[in-house]
Nanobody, 115 residues
Framework: VQLVESGGGLVHTGGSLRLSCAAS????????MRWYRQTPGKEREVVAV????????NYADSVKGRFTVSRDNAKNTVYLQMNSLKPEDTAVYYC?????????WGKGTLVTVSS
């Protein structure tokens, strides 16, 4: 199983980025997908969750109204649209696939928001 994140980079406060996570080696539409983020010295925190069909989406309070998670099961890809970015959104963002005891992670993509 491989999860490959892309789309990170450097953006100014108020800017936008769209992260992608391409999955392979699994039956993608069987898995709920999550985006997490982590900064040095802090625990990894969940940012957004989307069910396997895309019908249920949940967000951390810190990103509600600014981030949108979506998925394209035909392309085995999950997305995170991030708008109105703030310096505190700076982190490595990870994609996660979860189904029962099956739990897979990508290697992450760095998002840096400058003030």
């Amino acid at each position: 199983v491989q999860l490959v994140e892309s789309g990170g980079g450097l953006v100014h406060t108020g800017g936008s980025l769209r992260l992608s996570c391409a999955a392979s080696g699994l039956t993608f539409n069987d898995y709920a997908m999550r985006w997490y983020r982590q900064t040095p010295g802090k625990e990894r925190e969940v940012v957004a969750v989307i069910s396997n069909t895309g019908g249920i989406r949940n967000y951390a309070d810190s990103v509600k109204g600014r981030f949108t998670v979506s998925r394209d099961n035909a392309k085995n890809t999950v997305y995170l649209q991030m708008n109105s970015l703030k310096p505190e959104d700076t982190a490595v963002y990870y994609c996660n696939a979860l189904r029962g005891f099956r739990n897979y992670w990508g290697k992450g993509t760095l998002v840096t928001v400058s003030s």
